[in-house]
Nanobody, 119 residues
């Protein structure tokens, strides 16, 4: 079992920056992929950025060049640095971890952290 705890959300003006953190607790071995997703009111949850255990990253087109995903394996923590924030980035942001044990994949989610971009 893996528990994910997000932090760092809040209210920021357009053009501002925030850094989200997601700390993993529990049996964290064999986590092969971690990602940030977001869900705005009335919209489906979407992938924002992901990172493999080898460090390869992928981003949604809407955030590419503005957001940076990273992970600190020593601290068991995933980060999302968000710059040049726009009102359309307003959403609840969720951390996800995919764990592979043998040939069985497990998927874990955090509780979410609210990001509001508004003047």
């Amino acid at each position: 079992q893996v528990e994910l705890v997000e932090s760092g959300g809040g209210l920021v003006q357009p053009g501002g920056s925030l850094r989200l953190s997601c700390e993993a607790y529990g049996n964290i071995v064999s986590i092969k992929y971690m990602a940030w997703h977001r869900q705005a009111p009335g919209k489906e949850r979407e992938l924002v950025a992901g990172i493999t255990s080898a460090g390869s990253t992928d981003y949604a087109d809407s955030v590419n060049g503005r957001f940076t995903i990273s992970r600190d394996n020593d601290k068991n923590t995933l980060y999302l640095q968000m710059n040049s924030l726009k009102p359309e980035d307003t959403a609840v942001y969720y951390c996800e971890a995919e764990q592979l044990i043998g040939d069985v994949e497990f998927d874990f989610w955090g509780q979410g952290t609210q990001v509001t971009v508004s003047s």
